[in-house]
């Protein structure tokens, strides 16, 4: 029979709004999480990462909030443009027992943000 | 710099054929990560080198796959004989270690599209 693939999340706006991307994380032990963005064609590109000790970062039209009793993090985009279009991943990583990190990262299934002008 | 580059960007082949896949990781980054993406499992960490050494093949699917690092700028991704269900993105990505000052930012090639007919 036909493969069944992964479902996306999708979420639409028009230009101008405020995005929020949602993402339910597996790990309660992840030191850190990253937020990637995807356009057709290309790999994911880093947009703002977060520590767990943070609750909240903002970079510019961004903002990643970190929710660890429910195990949630979402990302904010602000005044939403058509090129924000893409499929945007979380990712979560660790401190290995050194304390270094070094990018070994789980990512998420994604969620394809579309901006209507 | 001009950032992580894999080749072939589209590889159309046979059942039963060898493929093989190129990453150049960005100068002085310590880890190289191949990733494959598919509609079906999201994006899949398959094997991980540090300082060229092969750390972690668990997310290898079988032993048609192998991948190796001769050298700090070079490394390949072999699959032998090729088959259709490994027809998928292939993602090279590399990272700078780093302390606990910074997070584990994975910086991503463009892929290579591998369709196994």
């Known amino acids: 029979g036909e493969s069944v693939g992964l479902h996306l999340p999708t979420l639409s706006v028009q230009e101008g709004d405020n995005s929020i991307i949602n993402c339910a994380y597996s790990?309660?032990?992840?030191?850190?999480f990253i937020w990637y963005k995807q356009e057709s064609g290309k790999g994911p590109q880093f947009i703002i990462d977060?520590?767990?000790?943070?609750d909240k970062r903002q970079g510019q039209r961004v903002t990643v909030l970190l929710n660890k009793t429910v195990k949630h993090l979402s990302l904010q985009i602000a005044a939403t443009q058509p090129g924000d279009s893409a499929v945007y991943f979380c990712?979560?990583?660790?401190?290995?027992?050194?304390?270094?990190?070094?990018?070994?990262?789980?990512f998420g299934q994604g969620t394809i943000l579309t901006v209507h002008p | 710099d001009a950032g992580v580059i894999q080749s072939p960007r589209h590889e159309v082949t046979e059942m039963g054929q060898e493929v093989t896949l190129r990453c150049k990781p960005i100068?002085?980054?310590?880890?190289l990560f191949w990733y494959r993406q598919t509609m079906m499992r999201g994006l899949e960490l398959l094997i991980y080198?540090?300082?060229?050494?092969?750390?972690?093949d668990s997310g290898m699917p079988e032993d048609r796959f192998s991948a190796k690092m001769p050298n700090a700028s070079f490394s390949t991704l072999k699959i032998q004989p090729s088959e259709p269900r490994d027809s998928a993105v292939y993602f090279c990505?590399?990272?700078?270690?780093?302390?606990?000052?910074?997070?584990?930012?994975?910086?991503f090639g463009e892929g290579s599209r591998l369709t196994v007919l």
């Open positions: 080198f540090n300082n060229n050494v092969p750390i972690d």
């Open positions: 990505a590399s990272s700078l270690v780093g302390g606990r000052e910074r997070t584990g930012e994975l910086f």
């Open positions: 977060i520590r767990s000790n943070m």
């Open positions: 990712a979560e990583g660790g401190f290995d027992a050194g304390g270094t990190s070094y990018g070994k990262l789980t």
């Open positions: 100068s002085g980054h310590d880890y």
């Open positions: 790990n309660s032990a992840s030191d850190y």
